[in-house]
């Protein structure tokens, strides 16, 4: 069965959250999906959440290039509190496993040139049962700027849903108000269409740089492909809220880990990168395999996620088992955009390539262009393709075509493709079958 979709970009509304930051989708690695709420130091003190273990990944930002690249954030999640505040109302962190502060740990993360990223929970509580703040959203704030933080995750367990319209802005007020310039990542929308709510997109950009919307990501492909598929839904229009300064966040990269092959490791990438989305790691950086370090540095895949343009991609048609993917890009021709595009294979079941056959009008990439279009990830250059003329790529299972496509002319008179025609998808594992 085919489905295609209207081609439709939206301007990011004009109330949007102007601190200054996030211009582009940041980039950076956290903590939580990799390492958890482990803090046993005495049996794990290599894993646990320390001072120590921020300190390593920081070091390894730099000398194994993700720096250079431009991943600048190093940020933690839940855990690193005490079980209680200090007597003056304070946060404070686990003196065991952070002896010598947030502070010092931020200041030895600017001392190699990156920024500190720290986690708190608009309710009573953190997820994990630490200090939540409820209460103390003014003195978090002040806390947060005095210690040097350059990022801010502000989750959303142990609180009231309905409380979050007042209470995320509220926060976020209070991060304006200390002067330091400080990225707000709101999980504002994730619970409150899980409450059942319909977020208001409108305010949460007005409020936040980054928002997370979806459950969260796990290192296993069912995971992975579930976020793919509520993006390409995009049930609640919340993909046209993106833009710079404001972000949909479907949660961290995982690439590198246990739970990914190699090609859904690149189809992870890639689709994040077309979703214009934050792009966090959260893996060893001690141990991570050279080939998934290559996806996660590789400068071309790495431009287009940083594209200023800042328009994020949509799902535009599906056939068959494969979905396609477009982003509006530079460079601009006589007022008309570049594009990237997945070609996803979503088959699990295939045992070989699809051949994908498309051409750029059935994809709405126009009808009047000339394309040059190569293939990001190995860099192969496909050739020079009209609006009508046939793209043929092979997809493996599970896996992507990552692919740029330039506009290098516009013609005077239009290719027009009729309905669902030119696009097909071709099992070549069944070019001999004569079974039913």
Known sequence: MLLLLPLVFFAVGVFSLENGLARTPPMGWLAWER????????????????????????DLMVTEGYKDA???????????????RGEDGRLVADPDRFPSGIKA??????????????????????????????????????????WGVDFV????????????????????????????PMIYQ??????????????????????????????????????IQG????????KDGFLE??????????????????????????????????????????????????????????????????DPLGRPGRRVARKEHIDFFTRPIHPLYRGKHSYAVVIFNRWDMGGVPLTVSF?????????????????????????????????RVKVNPMGVRLLRVNIVQVLKTKTHVDGGMGGDVINPGKTGWRGD
């Not at 431009?70 to 209680?84: K, N, P, T, V």
């Not at 899980?194 to 492909?221: K, S």
């Not at 976020?227 to 995009?234: A, P, Q, R, S």
Request: net charge negative; with cysteine.
């Open 35 to 58: 390492f958890r709420c482990n803090t046993d130091c005495v049996e794990d003190p290599e894993d646990c959440i320390s001072e120590r273990l921020f300190k390593r990944m920081a």
């Open 241 to 306: 809220f993106g833009g710079p300064g404001g972000w949909n966040d479907p949660d961290m990269l995982v690439i590198g880990n246990f739970g990914l092959s190699y090609d859904q490791s690149k189809a992870q990438m890639a689709l994040w990168v077309i979703f214009a989305a934050p792009l966090l790691m959260s893996n060893d950086l001690r141990t991570i395999r050279p080939e998934f370090k290559d996806i996660l540095q590789h400068p071309a895949v790495l431009k287009v996620a940083q």
């Open 105 to 146: 740990l931020a200041d030895y993360v600017h001392k190699l040139g990156l920024k500190f990223g720290i986690y708190e929970d608009f309710g009573t509580e953190t997820c994990g049962g630490y200090p939540g703040s409820l209460g103390h959203l003014e003195t978090d704030a002040k806390t947060f700027a005095e």
């Open 153 to 180: 995750k502000m989750d959303g367990c142990n609180s009231d849903p309905k409380d979050m319209d007042v209470g995320f802005p509220t926060f976020g007020a209070a991060l304006a108000a200390t002067g330091r």
């Open 186 to 223: 709101c999980e504002w929308p994730l619970y409150q269409g899980g409450a059942g709510m319909t977020p208001n997109y409108t305010a949460i950009r007005e409020h936040c740089n980054l928002w997370r919307n979806f459950y969260d990501v796990q290192d296993n492909w069912n995971n």
């Open 359 to 391: 051409t750029p009008s059935f994809l709405g990439l126009g009808d009047d262009c000339v394309f040059a279009v190569s293939d990001i990830y190995d860099g192969q250059v496909l050739g020079r393709f009209k609006s009508g003329d046939t793209i």
């Open 70 to 84: 431009g991943y600048e954030y190093i940020m933690m999640d839940d855990c690193w509190l005490s079980q209680e």
């Open 227 to 234: 976020i793919i598929d509520h993006y390409g839904d995009d």
